[in-house]
T-cell receptor
């Protein structure tokens, strides 16, 4: 089974500082995708960023970047210049891209248990 | 209006009752999913469907059933609800694109007493 590990149940960061949320994954596939989602206290799931396993450059989306280290099987999320509104639960997820998962380009996502980020003034 | 709509948003029911959670989407995606979220456990896949005639079990399908009535509609049923099915339920959709992120509904919070 695929496995996503987020080792930090909670993280704290001061406003305007950068923070890194850890994510490691376990897969024997060569082709896969990695995602980060944000879940504020209101409960909705918000897509933040995507990294394909064959992408050579780390993905970036505004203040979010994904530090992808394929050999270490890690996909850490970096949030620069934290804001109070960044306080939320953050989930790392992985999607296999193999025929065995009944999806030639898209299968289901496997989620980690999440990291609760708190940004303080 | 939301692209992925779940109803009801909140529901309290009693053990043994039948419950249906409904999901509709306007994104035109073929692929739809039902996830369950419990505190500290992330999201676990219950069922997923890649088109109207294709329905597959996820990791935790016991006690649940689904119906894909149309491309845009995917319903989750609890035939006889039990307290440990108390959770936040998410419907999601995705395309077959290279990125293929999931687009989530706002969630349905179910409490089984």
């Amino acid at each position: 089974a695929q496995k996503i590990t987020q080792t930090q149940p909670g993280m704290f960061v001061q406003e305007k500082e950068a923070v890194t949320l850890d994510c490691t994954y376990d897969t024997s596939d060569q082709s896969y995708g990695l995602f980060w989602y944000k879940q504020p206290s209101s409960g909705e799931m918000i897509f933040l960023i995507y990294q394909g396993s064959y992408d050579e450059q780390n993905a970036t989306e505004g203040r979010y970047s994904l530090n992808f280290q394929k050999a270490r099987k890690s996909a850490n999320l970096v949030i620069s210049a934290s804001q109070l509104g960044d306080s939320a639960m953050y989930f790392c997820a992985m999607r296999r891209r193999s025929l065995a998962d009944r999806g030639s380009t898209l299968g289901r996502l496997y989620f980690g248990r999440g990291t609760q980020l708190t940004v303080w003034p | 209006d939301a692209d992925v709509t779940q109803t009801p948003r909140n529901r309290i029911t009693k053990t043994g009752k039948r419950i249906m959670l409904e999901c509709s989407q306007t994104k035109g995606h073929d692929r739809m999913y039902w996830y369950r979220q419990d505190p500290g456990l992330g999201l676990q896949l219950i069922y997923y469907s890649f088109d109207v005639k294709d329905i597959n079990k996820g990791e935790i399908s016991d006690g649940y059933s689904v119906s894909r009535q149309a491309q845009a509609k995917f319903s989750l049923s609890l035939e006889s609800a039990i307290p440990n099915q108390t959770a936040l339920y998410f419907c999601a959709t995705s395309s077959g694109g290279s990125g293929g992120e999931l687009f989530f509904g706002e969630g349905s919070r179910l409490t089984v007493l």
